[in-house]
């Protein structure tokens, strides 16, 4: 089926379930433009949370459904491949930091929205690469902080704060691929360009970024520096359709082609039809496990970036 025949098709299969495409901006293009939104994940959490759609079929990685499902227990999460996943979210587990909050009862525990709905259940504040700066910055009593499961994005945030946060040794795969090297090159080619990295970068390649900012933050960048028309991109490729569609004057220049994603290329135009098709798969969250982690994805959509 040819792609714009199959989007229309996905047009009338969402009126008639009531349903709203939400898509991550790491996406491939053909999604997001048949998205109702496209964005990163602290956005898609607070579009999830004000959406009036009976169902939310959403086109990412299993996190961020988990998480639409403990902000909206009564609509239908779908997300259209069940093996859509997060290398990083996986890197802790509940019982391992179960095992560290015991060497630390006094600390706070702050965790990224990667990570799974049990390992939520364990925290006491979530946030977003979009809001951990300010989330951390809130707890000012706080004399003791563990930040899981990115030790990059965790570093960053310490150096930035100033806190005492003890880091989980978790990583993106993507993200850590990104070399000192991959922005020189690129410099070398642009060298009146401005660079954006994202947090879950390496520390060297963060040192000598302009910027570090959450997806959500490069958008916003591009926008409203209006002066600026050349940017090179830190983070996965798909991000570079939404920040051309958005800024048609300026060039972006991805830091290097090969920092893909995966997970957030597994799903397709055509797994989305067969998921509102089907109404597969659902992703919910037991309500014991969504009791005890709600509290914490409660503060993430709190605390603006
Ligand atoms: P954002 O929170 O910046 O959208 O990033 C999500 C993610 O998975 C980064 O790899
Ligand atoms: Fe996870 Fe990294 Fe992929 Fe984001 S880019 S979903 S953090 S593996």
Not at 125 to 146: M, R, Y
Not at 181 to 198: C, G, M, Q, S, T
């Amino acid at each position: 089926m040819f792609k714009e025949q199959l989007q229309e098709k996905i047009q009338k299969l969402k009126e008639k379930r009531n349903a709203v495409i939400l898509a991550h901006s790491y996406q491939i293009e053909e999604i997001q433009e048949v998205a109702d939104f496209v964005g990163g994940s602290l956005a898609l959490s607070y579009k999830a949370a004000q959406t009036q759609a009976k169902v939310i079929l959403f086109c990412g990685v299993r996190f961020m459904a988990e998480t639409a499902s403990i902000l909206c227990p009564d609509k239908i999460i779908l997300l259209p491949d069940m093996n859509a996943g997060c290398p990083l979210a996986d890197m802790v587990t509940a019982e391992d930091l179960k095992e560290l909050k015991n060497k630390h009862p006094q600390a706070k525990i702050v965790g990224y929205v990667n990570t799974t709905a049990q390992v939520k259940a364990e925290l006491d504040v979530c946030c977003t690469s979009g809001n951990a700066v300010n989330i951390i910055e809130s707890l000012k009593n706080e004399e003791e902080i563990i930040f899981v499961p990115d030790k990059n994005l965790g570093s960053f945030v310490k150096k930035k704060t100033g806190k005492n946060i003890i880091l989980w040794n978790g990583f993106c795969p993507v993200h850590v691929k990104i070399s000192v090297k991959d922005i020189e090159d690129k410099k070398r080619l642009y060298p009146n360009a401005k660079v954006i990295v994202h947090p879950e970068c390496r520390p060297e390649v963060i040192e000598i970024a302009d910027e570090v900012l959450s997806t959500g933050g490069m958008c916003k960048y591009a926008r409203e520096n209006t002066k600026i028309k050349q940017i090179i991109v830190g983070t996965e490729v798909g991000l570079l359709h939404k920040l051309r569609n958005e800024n048609p004057k300026k060039n972006f220049y991805p830091v290097s082609e090969s920092i893909i994603c995966p997970d957030m290329k597994i799903t397709t135009l055509e797994k989305v039809y067969w998921a509102l098709e089907n109404m597969k798969y659902e992703i919910k969250v037991s309500s014991d496990l969504r009791f005890k982690a709600k509290r914490g994805v409660d503060e993430m959509v709190k605390i603006l970036p």
